[in-house]
C-alpha cells in the first residue's frame, strides 16, 4: 500500500493516578465546628486510574497473538518480515488482526531495531502515469520485504523536492527512492549528512548520490533522431515539456540532427506536466508560427496524442502529411489511431532494482553495480 505522508501517533501513555484537589485536602484538614454548615455540594469524587501500562481498551500484540493462536514473535513476524513466515500462519494471522482492530505500534519496534519500516518514494507527479509502473513494483517488493512505501510528490522544481526531503528525512526513513538527479546542492548534503541509503531513478550520471538506476535522457533523443532520420524525415520539430529530462532528450535530438546538417529544428516549450490539451496547443503554435516540419517529437506520448488529435483537426494526414513520435509507451499509445510510434521504458524494472538496491544496502549486503543503465528501446509503429 502506497502511503503519503501522513501519521499515526503513537499510542498515548496511561493516566496517572488522580491528584487530590487542594479544596478537597484542606476540607480533610480542618476541624468541625458547631457553627460549620453542610458544604453545598459533595466533593468531586476521583477518576478510576487507566490499567499501567497501556491506553483503555487498546488492543496489544498478545492480544492478536492469542487469537491467532501463534507466539507474540509470531505475530512481529507477520507484521514487519511476512517473507520469514509460512502463508497459513500469515493468513491467521492477518485474519485475527482484521477482527481486533489491531494497530502495529512500529514507532516501539523502530525503537528497538533503529529502523522505520519505511521507504519514501519522491517522483514528480501522478497526473501522468508514465511513474505508476515504477511504484507499483516499489510497493510490491517492498510490501514483501516488510516496509511501507510512503509517496512524496514534488513537481518540476528542486526547491520543491528540498522542502519535501526535509520533512521525510524528520521520520527517519529506512531508505529513499528519488526521480532524476537534478538536486539542489543543500538536498545533496543533507542525503549524505543523513547516511540514509538512496536510489536515485529515471536518469544516469557518473556521479549519484548513492546508487542510481535509470538511462540516458540524451541518449534518447539521440536514437529517436537518427530512427527518423534513416526513415527520410529531413524537417523535424520539437514538441516538449520544461522539465529537466525532457530537455535533456530535446539536446540529445538536436544534436543527433546536427551532426547530418540539420540545425533549422524548430520547438515548442509547454509547461510540466504534460497533458493532451497542451499537445494540442504546442503542435498549433509550431503550425501557427510558420513552421511545416514533416515529423514532431514529442517528449510524452500524452503530448503526442494531443499532436495526433491536432493533426486530424487540421485535416493531416498521419504519418503522410506530419509524422508523430512520443516518449513513454504508456497503455494507451498502442491503441491510437494511428498507433503511436514511441520510446518503451521498462518501469516496473527500474521499480524492482531500485527495490533490491536498497534492500541489499539496508540489510548491509553486497550491492554489486552501483550505476545500473537499464537503457530504452525505441517502437515502431504507424505513426512513424
Not at 485536602?25 to 454548615?37: G, H, I, L, Q
Not at 507484521?79 to 512500529?106: C, D
Not at 521504458?345 to 553486497?366: M, N, S, V, Y
Request: aromatic fraction near 6%; charge should be positive.
Amino acid at each position: 500500500m502506497v502511503r503519503a505522508l501522513s501519521w499515526r501517533p503513537c499510542r498515548p501513555c496511561a493516566q496517572p493516578a488522580f491528584f487530590a484537589s487542594f479544596t478537597t485536602f484542606m476540607a480533610s484538614s480542618r476541624k468541625p465546628t458547631a457553627s460549620r454548615t453542610a458544604p453545598r455540594t459533595a466533593p468531586r469524587s476521583a477518576p478510576t486510574p487507566a490499567p499501567a501500562g497501556r491506553a483503555t481498551g487498546s488492543v496489544t500484540l498478545a492480544d492478536v497473538a492469542k487469537i491467532a493462536g501463534v507466539s507474540p514473535i509470531t505475530v512481529s513476524r507477520v507484521v514487519n518480515q511476512p517473507g520469514l513466515v509460512s502463508a497459513g500462519t500469515v493468513a491467521r494471522v492477518q485474519e485475527a488482526i482484521q477482527r481486533t482492530g489491531y494497530v502495529p505500534n512500529l514507532l516501539a519496534g523502530g525503537l528497538a531495531s533503529r529502523r522505520s519500516r519505511l521507504i519514501a518514494a519522491i517522483v514528480p507527479t501522478i497526473a501522468n502515469s508514465i511513474f505508476a509502473d515504477t511504484i507499483q513494483a516499489l510497493t510490491d517488493r517492498f510490501s514483501q520485504a516488510g516496509y511501507q512505501l510512503m509517496l512524496g510528490l514534488s513537481g518540476y522544481a528542486a526547491t520543491r523536492e528540498q522542502d519535501l526531503l526535509a520533512a521525510i528525512l524528520s521520520r527517519r526513513p529506512d531508505g529513499i527512492v528519488l526521480t532524476g538527479i537534478a538536486h539542489t546542492a543543500d538536498t545533496r548534503r543533507r542525503l549524505l549528512a543523513a547516511r540514509v541509503p538512496v536510489v536515485e531513478t529515471w536518469d544516469i550520471t557518473p556521479t549519484p548520490i548513492d546508487m542510481l538506476v535509470g538511462f540516458s535522457h540524451e541518449k534518447v533523443g539521440q536514437t529517436v533522431a537518427e530512427f527518423l532520420h534513416a526513415r527520410g524525415y529531413r524537417r523535424p520539430a520539437i514538441l516538449s515539456a520544461s522539465d529537466q529530462r525532457a530537455e535533456s532528450r530535446r539536446l540529445g535530438f538536436l544534436d543527433a540532427f546536427g551532426r547530418h546538417g540539420i540545425t533549422e529544428v524548430p520547438s515548442s516549450i509547454v509547461p510540466a506536466p504534460s497533458s493532451l490539451g497542451l499537445g494540442r496547443e504546442g503542435l498549433a503554435r509550431l503550425l501557427d508560427g510558420g513552421a511545416r516540419p514533416d515529423v514532431v517529437f514529442c517528449s510524452s506520448d500524452t503530448l503526442a496524442q494531443g499532436a495526433l488529435s491536432e493533426a486530424r483537426a487540421r485535416g493531416l494526414k498521419v504519418p503522410e502529411q506530419l509524422a508523430v513520435m512520443g516518449f513513454g509507451d504508456l497503455n494507451f499509445a498502442a491503441h491510437t489511431y494511428p498507433a503511436l510510434s514511441t520510446v518503451r521504458i521498462d518501469g516496473p524494472a527500474i521499480g524492482r532494482t531500485a527495490a533490491e538496491c536498497l534492500l541489499a544496502r539496508i540489510d548491509a549486503r553486497e550491492v554489486g553495480e552501483r550505476i545500473i543503465d537499464l537503457g530504452f528501446e525505441v517502437i515502431q509503429r504507424e505513426s512513424a
